[in-house]
């Protein structure tokens, strides 16, 4: 069965720093991008952080650009995502996803599963 | 204002169909597939849709996707009240290069 926990979310002040990570199993995860998506308390679904499977290829939101930076270790199966000039607008619980293919950008793929969540409060 | 609208609500009586509807664009709709994503309250998005109108195993053929040009449609049938949940369509966009997602339907199952 496909596991993915996540794992670093808590309170932090404005303009501080985060570490998410997200420990995969279940799965050959070497072979398959990966991503966090993060949902707003109340709000919609919103595209982070993409990753492609050999680690080379990133993608980011506008909206986090110059700010996080996503990562992974294959050999530890783990997916991170370093957050810093946090904002109250980054506050969300942020989901690691499972690509269906190996790049990012894939011809007809999708997301599945999902984690549970990890939430991260920016406030003072 | 969400990439790709959806309505923000939807509802019906058990038994009857409803359908959600996914604007888009040449960008991302237009040019790529589109997944659709139930999540049902307190819990995580799970895939419901893949590549227009194909169903992962486990989800009962009363759910169906269909894409016409830059618009996309979720449509369940026999509705049951297991149904009630948030639905969100997604798409790649080559524009932003990243994914996008629709600002979510919430449905009610009267």
């Known amino acids: 069965e496909v596991q993915l926990v996540e794992s670093g979310g808590g309170l932090v002040q404005p303009g501080g720093a985060l570490r998410l990570s997200c420990s995969a199993s279940g799965f050959t995860f070497s072979s398959y991008a990966m991503n966090w998506v993060r949902q707003a308390p109340g709000k919609g679904l919103e595209y982070v952080s993409g990753?492609?499977?050999?680690?080379?290829?990133?993608y980011y939101a506008d909206s986090v650009k110059g700010r996080f930076t996503i990562s992974r270790d294959n050999s530890k199966t783990t997916l991170d995502l370093q957050m810093s000039s946090l904002r109250p607008e980054d506050t969300a619980l942020y989901y690691c996803?499972?690509?269906?293919?190996?790049?990012?950008?894939?011809?007809?793929?999708?997301?599945?599963?999902w984690g549970q969540g990890t939430l991260v409060t920016v406030s003072s | 204002q969400s990439v790709l609208p959806q309505p923000p609500s939807a509802s019906g009586t058990p038994g009857q169909r409803v359908t959600i509807s996914c604007s888009g664009s040449s960008s991302n709709i237009g040019g790529n597939t589109v997944n659709w994503y139930q999540q049902l309250p307190g819990t995580a998005p799970k895939l419901l849709i893949y590549?227009?109108?194909q169903r992962p195993s486990g989800v009962p053929d009363r759910f169906s996707g269909s894409k016409s040009g830059t618009s996309a449609s979720l449509a369940i049938s026999g509705l049951q009240s297991e149904d009630e949940a948030d639905y969100y369509c997604?798409?790649?966009?080559?524009?932003?290069?990243?994914?996008?997602f629709g600002g979510g339907t919430k449905l009610t199952v009267l």
């Open positions: 590549n227009n109108d």
């Open positions: 990753i492609s499977s050999n680690g080379r290829t990133t």
């Open positions: 997604a798409a790649w966009d080559d524009s932003l290069n990243a994914w996008v």
């Open positions: 996803v499972k690509d269906s293919v190996s790049v990012v950008r894939g011809v007809k793929s999708w997301f599945d599963p």
